[in-house]
């Protein structure tokens, strides 16, 4: 098992990466095509969250190796 799959950078990932698929849900249901783009716009927003967690999370596990060694 990963020890890091339970770090806080990757449970914040999961959580941002759960918030852009609501906002793609709504983006589908949208109708109108200015709330579609909104909620696409927040999709993207979650995604760099979620991304930047991970890329934090990749930065403390090698600091973490580094000092193992």
């Not at 709504?26 to 991970?54: G, N, V």
């Amino acid at each position: 098992m990963d020890k890091w799959a339970d770090a806080p950078g990757e449970r914040d990932a999961i959580t941002f990466l759960k918030e852009r698929e609501d906002c793609l849900a709504e983006a589908a249901k949208s109708d109108i095509p200015s709330a579609k783009a909104q909620w696409l716009m927040f999709a993207d927003e979650w995604l760099k969250l979620a991304q930047a967690a991970r890329a934090q999370r990749s930065s403390e596990e090698a600091a973490m190796r580094a000092t193992v060694k």
